[in-house]
């Protein structure tokens, strides 16, 4: 194994390893090297794969196993010369070979880009803005009145025109210069006029219109529009109304509570839950906004070096597979969500690279605290953690375990706890 390592600084965030690989370790390499080339030679005198080594050192020489023993042993000698000299690479290292010695050790010098130096500046008792905390009577009514809503029937209307907030039942066929284009068309829509889910000026030429009428509709697609083909252009949609509905609230009784919440037995009760709701969702909304504001003080507070470029890329990956295992998840595949986007992988990766050198910088913050702090999560800590992971997505313990290595769970712990520190010592001014 290497057992020299020298680490030589050439830049803020660039620098050469030099280490050796013993010769024990290349007798190993070349034991493996030798039992895999062998197995393709075909040498008079003996079988396919069965030619002494002896013969071989004779024939090819030893040195014809060199590229072959060192692929071998490399990827290891590496890495432990990493561990000797306690460097953080955030790339794969450009390797140089600088001596392929027959009786002394192999020396290797690697290019390595490594994680840029941070300086903690000030990260506890952060001054952050006052959070607003206090539910107010007309939230509380407001969310009542979003319920109703919800528990709102559609009535027929006989002989009456359509008005905004009512539901239209339509067929329409869309044109463009008299010619039909995709996606235009559809039968038997359900359309609720002034929810501006079609183009701008669509829904607003139904109302007035009663059931049985056509009605030509005139737009123009904007110049936005995720279709290229259609961005700016007239379109005309010869529209057929088939049923106009209304909606018809629920009466505002204990009746209504009951059926919007089985817990409860009255109105009263109803509201006193969807105040102590919204306490709730305002308390998360604080924290979610100190722990902003205070991390975005601390990112400020650091001195760090600047991002090397892979650092960005890797964050940029990250985000991208986050985000299409999340898509995939809901049963759509990346090129389907493409297309209903009208955006491509490229315009998605620079979307998610506006944020990276933030997002990156805060994650090395988070991990200088650790350090300062010397935070080292326990077993129970991991234990608590892959429970919680479990419980969130609905998946066995043991499936988490084996998803995810102690060393990652404690990396995860150690940043929430950092985090924690952070957050719960600022204070609210």
């Known amino acids: 194994m290497a057992s020299k390592a020298k680490w030589t600084k050439k830049g803020k965030t660039d620098g050469e390893l030099t280490f050796e690989i013993d010769r024990d370790t290349i007798n190993k390499g070349l034991d493996v090297a030798f039992k895999k080339v062998r197995k393709n030679l075909n ?43 306690k460097i953080e690479p955030v790339d794969q290292p450009k390797i140089d070979v600088d001596s392929l010695s027959e009786t002394e050790p192999w020396i290797l010098k690697a290019l390595v880009t490594v994680k840029p130096e941070v300086t903690l500046g000030d990260y506890k008792g952060l001054e952050v803005p006052k959070q607003k905390r206090t539910v107010t009577k007309k939230a509380v009514e407001e969310e009542i009145e979003n319920k109703r809503q919800q528990q709102a029937e559609l009535v027929l209307k006989e002989d009456a025109a359509a008005k905004d907030g009512d539901t239209v039942v ?11 284009f995709d996606g235009g068309s559809a039968k038997n829509y359900s359309l609720e006029l002034g929810s501006n889910s079609f183009i701008p000026g669509f829904e607003e030429q139904l109302v007035g219109h009663k059931a049985g009428e056509d009605v030509v509709v005139k737009v123009t697609f904007p110049e936005e529009y995720h279709a290229k083909d259609l961005a700016g252009k007239a379109a005309e949609f010869a529209t057929t109304i088939h049923e106009v509905k209304e909606k ?97 992988e490229d315009d998605l990766r620079e979307q998610f690279k506006k944020d990276a050198d933030t997002r990156v910088k805060t994650d090395l913050v988070l991990e200088a605290v650790v350090a300062a702090e010397k935070i080292k999560p326990t077993k129970k800590d991991v234990d608590a953690e892959i429970k919680s992971l479990a419980e969130q997505y609905n998946m066995e313990e043991s499936v988490v375990r084996q998803a995810l290595t102690d060393d990652m769970v404690k990396h995860d712990v150690a940043i929430k706890k950092a985090m924690d520190i952070i957050v719960d010592s600022a204070v609210e001014k």
């Open 43 to 85: 040498v008079p005198g003996f079988r396919k794969g069965k030619m002494p080594r002896q013969i071989f050192n004779k024939m090819y020489g030893e040195s014809a196993l060199y590229e072959e023993a060192l692929n071998a042993v490399l990827p290891e000698a590496y890495n432990k010369a990493i561990e000797d000299t």
């Open 170 to 180: 339509i067929d329409y066929v869309g044109t463009v210069g008299e010619k039909e």
């Open 248 to 344: 018809q609230l629920p009466k505002l009784d204990d009746e209504f509570a009951k059926d919007v919440d089985d817990s409860v037995e009255t109105l009263d009760e109803l509201r006193d839950k969807i105040k102590a709701d919204l306490k709730k969702q305002k308390e998360s909304e604080a924290q979610a906004a100190i722990q902003e504001a205070a991390t975005e003080k601390a990112v400020k507070n650091a001195k760090i070096d600047d991002i090397p470029e892979a650092m960005i890329n890797t964050e940029v990956d990250n985000q991208m597979n986050q985000y299409m295992n999340t898509i995939q998840s809901q049963g759509m595949n990346p090129q389907m969500y493409f297309q209903l986007t009208g955006t491509t």
